[in-house]
């Protein structure tokens, strides 16, 4: 059985040697299986697919469309002997999930076999891993799915990832001195898509070394004409960086050269034994061939950072393949790549773990760190992308006047930037998909983290992040967190106060920050003697609160995004008395109908604001609990929220010690 994206959505089963096409049905019940298949062995909430089938208003019915769409592809998949190959399309409560090994998916095939191959190291054996790769491909990905912003989203970046494998075989080849192959790889992604940068400079070198220096300069002057018509820009540094090579270089022999000649070719110094090409490769980043800027945006590390070890991990496999170091790479690391996607409640470190993990990783990216809070959960105004494009545009050596005043300009141009740097970007606070998208990084070497309180499903489904969830600490890690934060000494005084802090805290780093806040400022307290406040419901979220910051601040900033219906749902959670419901149990507490409430129960667990720790078993946090019985009807008044527990901090950020990031964030 084989799963189809990269072309026409399709499924097939049945012998090798002559496999049968499923009849899969219309356009959108062919997309209701491309978004599971885009999101495979995880849930895909019928708001989704209702949101990603309609560009417009979707009709009262839209549900009952949806279901008999699923159940039609459930016995189309059966007739194909589904459960034979482990494929099962399952129901969980108003969501659908499709199990599937992903070795039956070509889009996971694909992704393997790019991961596998290492142009510069290997280009041989990468040759035809990418090859292979690429000849997956059957025309347009998700071509015979509905026409909406989702699945061209989706479409958009899975194209992305062909161009980028494009490029790396083009590198194979030229690593074996093959230039007239990595003309033919490079010629026809460079016609169709011709105001990528860094395409077409690849070409431009692949046919200045195969001989065919006019040709070059020809591509040159047609993409310098069409950036200025198209963008109104000038083009971009790796193009120019191209065009000065071949410009500075000695004249190219007639007809093809061959390896070891151009292995010695560089500006200046053509034939010089010895010498290094001067194009950038992954393991010479951009800026050692070109005098660029290494842009270091990344706050301070955050003080008394501690545990996270299985994160910290998580983190470097998706993003560098590796927790060690590989000889070869830049500096010493291996290929960098990626998004990985840091959620979780607010207040549970997803900054300071995200600052951390980039400091400690920081030779993993010689080309730069990029730093963006776009404040998507802070109280005010979300940052728009342009604005974020103008500081890394600046931050990256481009000048002030050749900015595009355009948002698609400038983002076309940031991706042409990073196209082969090695750089780490950090989005941190993102309030939604469509805020990050525009500030992803171009090219396979640079990693990307994002944080947010929202799961950010659509970031999942359309650019292939990696989510990464983050819990609170368990009771040795936040004794850990308060001993780096108070001195192991004044821990050690009081163990058992302190693992009772931790779980008043309910092991939020946010939490256990503002604590020790209150301790550092009261040096005679025993850790017991705050503990013993800590009891009193009534004065917690005061006390857990440290000026313009702390756990009152950082929810009430997460209760903003809420719809007001969902907010009254959370007030009559934490007025009752259970910790854990159901749908049923949230819907007599709050008098709605239950399709609804299962619908707002989804929602607040988007949010962290509850846990789905099973299904249809909903937990809210002892602080939530809390911070949900004192939020007053008056959302426009957050000095009142929760009591007026937030200890004189309306509008408070959710990061952590003022001048840096905390791992409460």
Same mark, same amino acid.
């Given at each position: ?33 491309? !978004? ?33 769409? =699923? +159940? ?26 499709? &199990? ?26 990468? @040759? ?28 958009? /970046? ?24 990595? =003309? ?123 545990? &996270? ?22 500096? %010493? ?6 998004? #990985? ?7 549970? %470190? ?74 780490? @970007? ?23 983290? =994002? ?12 650019? #292939? ?13 936040? @004794? ?6 108070? %001195? ?31 301790? !550092?400022? &009261? ?32 929810? &009430? ?9 969902? #907010?009254?749902?959370?007030? #009559? ?40 720790? /099973? ?16 939020? %007053? ?15 004189? +901090? ?16």
């Amino acid at each position: 059985m084989d799963f189809s994206l990269l072309g026409p959505v399709t499924v097939t089963a049945g012998p090798q040697a002559a496999p049968v096409e499923l009849p899969l049905g219309p356009a959108k019940r062919r997309s209701v299986l491309a !978004m599971l298949l885009l999101r495979p062995n995880a849930t895909v909430s019928v708001e989704q697919l209702i949101s990603s089938l309609w560009e417009d208003e979707p009709p009262a019915h839209a549900r009952t469309v949806i279901q008999g769409h =699923v +159940s039609r592809l459930r016995a189309a998949l059966a007739e194909g002997g589904a459960e034979d190959h482990g494929v099962e399309l399952a129901t969980h409560s108003s969501a659908y999930l499709l &199990r599937i090994p992903e070795s039956l998916i070509d889009t996971q095939r694909f992704d393997q076999l790019t991961a596998q191959a290492s142009p510069e190291s290997a280009p041989g054996e990468a @040759v035809q891993l990418l090859r292979q790769a690429l000849g997956l491909w059957r025309g347009p990905a998700l071509t015979g799915t509905v026409a909406s912003p989702p699945f061209a989203a989706a479409a958009h /970046a899975l194209e992305e990832r062909r161009l980028s494998a494009v490029e790396a075989l083009a590198r194979a080849h030229e690593g074996l001195g093959e230039y007239e192959e990595a =003309v033919r790889a490079l010629h026809p992604a460079a016609v169709a898509n011709p105001l990528r940068e860094g395409l077409i400079a690849a070409l431009m070198l692949a046919l200045y070394r195969s001989g065919r220096q006019s040709d070059a300069i020809a591509w040159f002057h047609r993409t310098r004409q069409l950036l200025d018509d198209d963008l109104g820009v000038d083009p971009g540094q790796r193009l120019s960086a191209a065009y000065q090579e071949i410009l500075r270089a000695a004249p190219a022999a007639d007809g093809p050269r061959g390896g070891a000649e151009a292995a010695g070719q560089q500006p200046g110094g053509a034939g010089q034994p010895g010498a290094q090409p001067a194009a950038a490769t992954p393991q010479q980043p951009l800026s050692a061939a070109a005098s660029a800027p290494v842009p270091e945006l990344l706050p301070r590390p955050p003080a008394g950072f501690h545990g &996270r070890g299985a994160e910290l991990a998580e983190l470097t496999r998706l993003t560098l393949g590796s927790a060690e170091p590989a000889a070869g790479g830049s500096g %010493g690391y291996p290929q960098a790549g990626g998004i #990985a996607l840091l959620t979780g409640p607010a207040g549970v %470190g997803k900054t300071g773990l995200a600052v951390h993990w980039g400091h400690v990783h920081a030779a993993a990216f010689p080309d730069g760190r990029l730093f963006a809070d776009l404040r998507g959960f802070s109280g005010g105004e979300a940052v728009l992308p342009a604005e974020v494009l103008r500081e890394f545009l600046l931050a990256l050596g481009t000048p002030a006047e050749q900015i595009p005043t355009s948002s698609e300009a400038a983002a076309a141009l940031y991706r042409s930037l990073a196209a082969r740097r090695r750089l780490l @970007v950090v989005l941190d606070n993102a309030g939604s998909s469509a805020q990050v998208r525009p500030l992803l990084p171009g090219g396979p070497h640079s990693a990307t983290l =994002v944080t947010s309180r929202s799961r950010l499903d659509g970031l999942i489904a359309t650019d #292939a992040a990696r989510p990464v969830r983050l819990h609170a600490l368990g009771t040795e890690d936040g @004794v850990g967190l308060l001993g780096a934060l108070l %001195g192991p000494a004044r821990v050690a005084e009081d163990p058992e106060a302190a693992r009772e802090l931790v779980a008043l805290c309910d092991g939020l780093p946010l939490a256990l920050r503002a604590a020790s806040a209150q301790l !550092m400022a &009261r040096p005679r307290w025993r850790l017991a003697r705050l503990a013993t406040a800590l009891r009193d419901e009534r004065r917690r979220l005061a006390l857990l609160s440290a000026e313009d910051t702390g756990v009152a601040a950082a929810l &009430r900033n997460s209760v903003a995004r809420l719809s007001a219906d969902d #907010a009254q749902l959370l007030r #009559a959670l934490g007025a009752g008395f259970a910790r854990e419901v159901n749908t049923a149990e949230a819907a007599a507490l709050s008098g709605a109908d239950p399709e609804l409430i299962q619908d707002s129960l989804e929602r607040l667990a988007e949010m962290h604001l509850l846990d789905e720790e /099973a299904t249809n078993r909903y937990v809210m946090s002892d602080l939530v609990k809390l911070f949900a019985q004192g939020d %007053g009807s008056d959302r426009d008044s957050p000095g009142e929220a929760s009591g007026g527990a937030a200890g004189g +901090s309306p509008g408070g950020s959710s990061g952590g010690s003022p001048g840096g990031p905390s791992q409460g964030a």
